[in-house]
């Protein structure tokens, strides 16, 4: 659309495996963030911020699955339960010792990837649908830990308050705040992940996915590399449950149960598997499918249902929305949004001269 | 522990078992299909739940009798079980597993969300035409209701045994899941046999709604027996009917066991909790089960 490529030779490898791929991408980069660093914040109300709040902790999940599901070709079902051990590391962190953010959140990531690799340790010997079914057993019984071990859980509720975090001293309270904190770990995430993919580590976890027995032959360690990816799909995992906690002020195992699993392992099919921005498009797409089901119900869903049906409507009704798009988008689109944006991209690339 | 009491421990296991024939029952639907399309069900349980509410929704709305509602319920999960493989299950042959897996998983939510649409929330009663009175059976007594889901799982799966081992069908079945293209070659209808076995599921599923419907109540909350399939199932061997019954009786067992046992220690739960734990550790030490086929993989 506003850019061509004729001109831009590349001449080493070093240069096709960059970052940006072209010098306009730098601007584009720059532009994005300044609409969503600086305008952002600046022109939303407290709502749509508090909507965005929720896609940028997505985000940041959506990247770990996809790092594990996507690019090491691993299916997991217990991304809700690394969540909960991240989110519940943090909080006794940040209640018992009153630990600052910088230290809980690390905490929290580490403690999931270390979880989660133990979980990923029966990828040696298991693979595909035994795997799936080895992660879903982990999140059953994760969450039957946290919820029975009254060291972790503190009683029935299992809920631990969490108290905001502060940043130089000032408590983050207003939307706004929490926003700007949000994102400076998204974009964590997001160049992390970026460089991880493209590096060795990377190079290797997508070699396991095409064919792990030609991987090993090639002289990749598959056992180390899985449990790598394990490891830091996890921490990604944990430090969304601990960002999670921090945002909605309480750590709850119910926020980590196997449908919120299944909710990131449809973002990552939804926007597209082994895509960065694929992984982002998904955690938006289905972040927002619930509101707008609701806003849209709410609006005119009194046309079709009575008001009292409502309550149960329009859960079920997302239930079904949102299955029926998983199972769109493997039929029709196994790639993804992802995919469906770099064809309208590659349709206005030559335009209007597409011959 | 609670004291070691003889009664006690004969009816956690005489309970056990019959817990595990209709676990076994369900576990039935899922081998099936496995065993002759290789893609994994992650709907199971909310098949089962789907053909609870059909039953439960004929006998309320029609109120028909109750031969009429199981038949009702066969029907329809026998048409979903066509309709599904022809829409969601058919355009993703030959597609990586996780694909699949993720469409199961969607068809679950599917499900799910359609069922309480459609029938509503509430609990439903199945009322099977059978006396109430617990059946005595030497020192213990068993509910009935269990004793009838027992039996008709015992039924089925001694059916699905003589007709994957004698029939023209179930062995042509075999020959679809040892290996498409073979089967292909053979003059084998592999579609065809993909929707008998999706249609089979269905029947079975059916069954299993109707007989954990009466136990349990049906509403979206029975759809979790589904989570119980994966343990008796990889205990027993994805692809083996037998391993099926045995893995049904294991995870009955065990957790009748654990649960009457262990339940006052730690709080409850512990149903949902041990029979995952004793899956894990077969998975550690045979990953193909008891009965299963170990698959030699190449490049």
């Known amino acids: ?355 | 522990m609670p004291e070691f009491d003889l009664q006690f421990t004969l009816f956690l296991l005489t309970n056990g078992v019959m817990i595990g024939l209709m676990y076994a029952l369900i576990a039935l639907g899922f081998v099936l299909i496995y065993k002759a399309t290789d893609a994994i069900n992650f709907a199971q349980g909310e098949f089962v739940m789907f053909a609870g509410f059909l039953a439960a929704g004929a006998a309320e709305y029609a109120h028909a009798p109750f031969w009429l509602c199981a038949l009702l319920a066969v029907g329809g999960m026998v048409a979903l079980g066509f309709g599904l493989e022809r829409v969601v299950l058919r355009p993703l042959i030959g597609r990586p597993i996780i694909a699949v897996v993720m469409a199961t998983i969607g068809l679950a939510a599917v499900l799910r969300g359609t069922a309480v649409l459609a029938f509503g929330a509430g609990t439903r009663a199945i009322t099977m035409p059978i006396p109430d009175d617990p059946i005595p059976l030497g020192p213990v007594t068993l509910p009935p209701v269990e004793v009838v889901g027992a039996a008709v799982s015992l039924v089925f799966l001694a059916g699905f045994t003589w007709f994957f081992l004698k029939s023209r069908t179930g062995i042509a079945m075999r020959a679809v899941a040892d290996s498409q293209q073979v089967a292909m070659a053979m003059g084998i209808n592999v579609r065809r046999y993909f929707a008998f076995a999706w249609a089979m599921a269905g029947i079975v599923s059916a069954l299993g709604g109707i007989v954990w419907g009466s136990m349990l109540g049906v509403d979206n909350q029975l759809a979790l027996v589904g989570l119980k399939v994966f343990p008796v199932v990889i205990l027993g061997g994805l692809d083996s009917v037998i391993g099926a019954v045995v893995g049904g009786l294991i995870v009955g067992i065990v957790e009748n066991l654990a649960a009457g046992y262990f339940d006052p220690l730690v709080g409850g739960g512990t149903k949902d909790f041990v029979p995952y734990l004793l899956m894990i550790i077969v998975l550690m030490v045979r990953p193909e089960g008891i009965f299963g086929r170990r698959r030699i993989e190449r490049v």
Do not use: C
Request: no cysteine; net charge neutral; hydrophobic share 55%.
């Open chain 1, 1 to 355: 659309m506003f850019h061509r490529e004729s001109g831009v030779f590349k001449t080493s490898y070093a240069a096709d495996m960059a970052l940006y791929p072209l010098p306009i991408a730098r601007w584009a980069v720059a532009a994005l963030a300044a609409l969503f660093i600086v305008a952002a914040p600046l022109a939303l109300g407290n709502y749509p911020l508090s909507i965005l709040n929720l896609i940028l902790i997505a985000v940041v999940g959506a990247l770990g699955l996809n790092i594990l599901v996507g690019y090491t070709g691993q299916i997991s079902i217990g991304t809700g339960a690394f969540m909960s051990v991240g989110a519940y590391t943090a909080a006794k962190l940040v209640v018992i010792f009153h630990a600052p953010f910088w230290i809980a959140l690390p905490a929290g990531g580490l403690m999931a990837a270390a979880v989660g690799a133990i979980v990923g340790i029966p990828s040696l010997r298991i693979k595909g649908i035994y795997l799936a079914i080895s992660t879903l057993a982990a999140q059953l019984i994760i969450e039957w830990t946290i919820n029975h071990v009254e060291w972790i859980s503190g009683g029935v509720q299992a809920s631990i308050n969490v108290p905001r975090p502060s940043v130089f001293g000032t408590q983050l309270t207003s939307e706004w705040q929490i926003y700007l904190f949000l994102m400076f770990f998204v974009v964590l995430a997001l160049v992390a992940t970026l460089n991880l993919v493209r590096s060795r580590i990377g190079r290797a976890f997508i070699a396991i996915r095409d064919q792990d027995i030609a991987a090993e032959i090639i002289g990749i360690n598959i056992f180390k590399y899985k449990l790598y990816a394990f490891a830091i799909s996890s921490f990604f995992a944990g430090i969304t449950g601990a960002l999670e906690s921090y945002y909605l002020g309480i750590a709850n195992y119910e926020q980590f149960q196997i449908d919120v699993s299944i909710d990131y392992l449809a973002m990552v099919i939804i926007g597209g598997l082994g895509s960065v921005l694929g992984s982002v498009l998904g955690a938006i797409f289905v972040t927002l499918l619930p509101i707008a089901t609701r806003w849209f119900l709410e609006a005119s869903g009194g046309l079709f249902f009575a008001q009292a049906d409502m309550l149960n409507v329009i859960p079920n009704l997302r239930l079904v929305i949102f299955g029926g798009l998983i199972i769109f988008f493997l039929v029709v689109e196994p790639e993804g949004l992802n995919r469906l944006w770099r064809n309208i991209r590659n349709y206005f690339r030559v335009w209007p001269f597409s011959y």
